[in-house]
């Protein structure tokens, strides 16, 4: 093989400028950051959005210890707790090492990430109960409310316990890229998670909670990645019988459907960030909004 030629001396020259402008602008940056002229997220996030910017080609590493009181040993104590190679430049993070590292620096700023969380798991472990005693005890807490197609039901409000649209606005939805997910629910009506709201919420700083089943937490993965998925657990897989038959709303051929498809999505509980084991449902609650990082009132 015949060895690679050297690039013309023009190209050189060029390439040295281009490689001290870049210096200098990555300088420029940390020396903003030092004196708290900006902040560390603001030069993340632009190189987040930018790919081409001096704070994308940033390390990670450099931009941290440009904070001011951030010596190299914490920053290396923080990049392993977040995951995050200390040889990773700013552009080059994956959606999650964003997401971890933007929790981090907000929290350094005493900001409490706003979030949204998906709550899921098996059939008839409680998650109705948990929501429910959380929309009652915790007003910080913001729900996200499905759009269905299904006419009300007695006692049900439009905005509160769903949109009630018809297939038409729902086909808009869909085609506006307006759901997280949705699906068509007993071979009948569709649900769905409207977008625009959690997005409101989220943007004021309010966090959110999402009950939903798990191919819907799956699907809101996908779409939101940074979204924090919860799976609620039972006790025992014997107290998860004794709930389901006890409440004695399904026929015995529908509670054995039931407990083949909780063995199914029991089996799904290690796909999720955060599992809580539904022993007391106020204690577990507790555990849910602590994972939310909002406050009890």
């Excluded at 700013?90 to 999650?96: A, D, K, T, W, Y």
């Excluded at 506006?176 to 709201?197: F, K, M, Q």
Aim: aromatic residues 6%.
């Amino acid at each position: 093989m015949s060895p690679r030629p050297d690039p013309p001396q023009v190209d050189r020259v060029a390439a040295g400028k281009a490689a001290v402008a870049a210096r200098q602008a990555r300088a420029a940056v940390k020396a903003a950051v030092a004196s708290r002229s900006r902040t560390a997220l603001d030069a993340a996030e632009t190189g987040w959005s930018d790919a081409h910017s001096a704070e994308a080609g940033m390390r990670i590493r450099e931009l941290l210890t440009s904070i001011p009181g951030l010596g190299p040993t914490r920053v290396a104590r923080a990049l392993a707790e977040l995951g995050i190679s200390d040889k990773k430049r700013v552009g080059g993070l994956g959606s999650r090492q964003r997401v971890a590292l933007r929790d981090y620096l907000l929290r350094r700023e005493g900001v409490v990430p706003a979030r949204l969380v998906v709550l899921a798991g098996p059939t008839a472990v409680g998650k109705g109960a948990v929501s429910g005693y959380i929309r009652e005890n915790y007003p910080d807490v913001h729900f996200s409310v499905s759009a269905t197609t299904r006419p009300a039901r007695p006692g049900e409000e439009h905005g509160v316990h769903y949109y009630f649209v018809s297939d038409d606005e729902f086909d808009r939805m869909i085609a506006a890229d307006e759901l997280l997910e949705w699906a068509i629910v007993h071979n009948s009506y569709r649900y769905g998670t409207p977008r625009p709201p959690i997005d409101a919420a989220l943007a004021a700083g309010r966090s959110v909670l999402l009950e939903i089943d798990l191919q819907g937490a799956r699907s809101v993965r996908e779409v939101m990645p940074e979204a924090r998925l919860i799976f609620l657990l039972p006790p025992t897989w014997d107290e998860l019988v004794r709930r389901l038959i006890g409440r004695g709303t399904e026929t015995p051929a529908e509670q054995q459907r039931r407990l083949e498809t909780a063995r199914v999505e029991l089996a799904a509980q290690d796909e999720f960030d955060y599992k809580v084991v539904n022993n007391e449902i106020a204690q577990a609650a507790q555990e849910v909004v602590n994972l939310m990082a909002v406050s009890a009132p």
